[in-house]
């Protein structure tokens, strides 16, 4: 699929008619927040590995996590919203190349790092393991949370990977 020059797909590997010359992989792992009394609920690690053609360079790597019950109550809402409020379904960050030996240059992959911060608000009964009391348990959601990685090739061209979650903190490929 292609979208304003981006090449979006699900899952690791790109369409074979695509031209985008990664897979992209990551490990994930919940962190708790700074403080007790924060607005984050946590934090999420994200260890991105892009595997493909050694020759290719990648400039930047973003990610961000969009929480989909968020979205829909904001495009349904018939109120202006500000653009401070548009972004309160989405926790973005840009990685950070991860510096690698010597050995492991002479493998395709590179490995980009970086945390993503979930707001408090989000987890109010959205998240089985992270539940507060008294809220809502939504089952019905499956996929209620799109984590989207996409890097950035030196010529310019935007590739983005989706995977789905039902927990803002728990991510499998």
């Given at each position: 699929?292609?979208?304003?020059?981006?090449?979006?797909?699900?899952?690791?590997?790109?369409?074979?008619?695509?031209?985008?010359?990664?897979?992209?992989?990551?490990?994930?792992?919940?962190?708790?927040?700074?403080?007790?009394?924060?607005?984050?609920?946590?934090?999420?690690?994200?260890?991105?590995?892009?595997?493909?053609?050694?020759?290719?360079?990648?400039?930047?790597?973003?990610?961000?996590?969009?929480?989909?019950?968020?979205?829909q109550v904001m495009h349904t809402s018939k109120e202006q919203i500000?653009?401070?409020?548009?972004?309160?379904?989405?926790?973005?960050?840009?990685?950070?190349?991860?510096?690698?030996?010597?050995?492991?240059?002479?493998?395709?992959?590179?490995?980009?790092?970086?945390?993503?911060?979930?707001?408090?608000?989000?987890?109010?009964?959205?998240?089985?393991?992270?539940?507060?009391?008294?809220?809502?348990?939504?089952?019905?959601?499956?996929?209620?949370?799109?984590?989207?990685?996409?890097?950035?090739?030196?010529?310019?061209?935007?590739?983005?990977?989706?995977?789905?979650?039902?927990?803002?903190?728990?991510?499998?490929?």
């Amino acid at each position: 699929m292609k979208q304003d020059g981006v090449r979006n797909w699900d899952g690791v590997h790109p369409p074979k008619t695509s031209d985008c010359p990664f897979s992209v992989k990551f490990n994930s792992k919940p962190i708790p927040s700074n403080a007790l009394n924060s607005m984050e609920a946590g934090r999420v690690q994200l260890d991105v590995f892009l595997n493909g053609d050694p020759n290719r360079k990648v400039s930047k790597v973003t990610a961000y996590i969009v929480n989909r019950s968020k979205e829909q109550v904001m495009h349904t809402s018939k109120e202006q919203i500000s653009e401070t409020n548009k972004w309160s379904a989405l926790s973005k960050v840009i990685l950070n190349r991860k510096e690698t030996s010597a050995d492991e240059n002479q493998f395709s992959t590179t490995v980009w790092t970086g945390e993503l911060s979930i707001p408090g608000s989000w987890t109010e009964g959205g998240s089985r393991t992270f539940q507060r009391s008294g809220s809502v348990d939504r089952l019905e959601e499956k996929n209620q949370y799109s984590l989207h990685i996409s890097y950035e090739l030196e010529q310019g061209k935007v590739c983005k990977a989706r995977f789905e979650s039902t927990d803002a903190f728990h991510w499998a490929i």
